[in-house]
């Protein structure tokens, strides 16, 4: 099988840089999706000794996708106190 792929990428050099940009397509949103698995508070994979894990964050912590050079700490809270 590998054979006749190589075979036919001789003979059509220019799908080349298709399967490149697919593979690196594929790659790039299975690292996002890891992602998003591993570092997300809202994602829980051990509920037996963190059954809540929204409540391990602070008031005033913030996930950000990227980082911002703003003081949340000082922004006023508009919900209620719990």
Same mark, same amino acid.
């Given at each position: 099988?590998? %054979?006749t792929f190589s075979r036919q990428l001789r003979n059509? *050099?220019?799908?080349? *840089?298709l399967f490149?940009?697919?593979g690196g397509g594929c790659a790039m949103s299975l690292t996002y999706l890891a992602r998003l698995a591993l570092r997300n508070p809202d994602v829980c994979w #051990?509920?037996?000794?963190?059954p809540e894990p929204w409540?391990?964050?602070? *008031?005033t912590d913030q996930y950000k996708f990227y980082?911002?050079?703003m003081d949340y700490s000082k922004l006023k809270k508009e %919900? *209620? #106190?719990?």
């Open positions: 099988m590998l %054979g059509h *050099p220019a799908l080349i *840089p490149i940009f697919i #051990d509920r037996k000794n963190n409540n391990k964050m602070k *008031p980082a911002v050079s %919900g *209620p #106190d719990f």
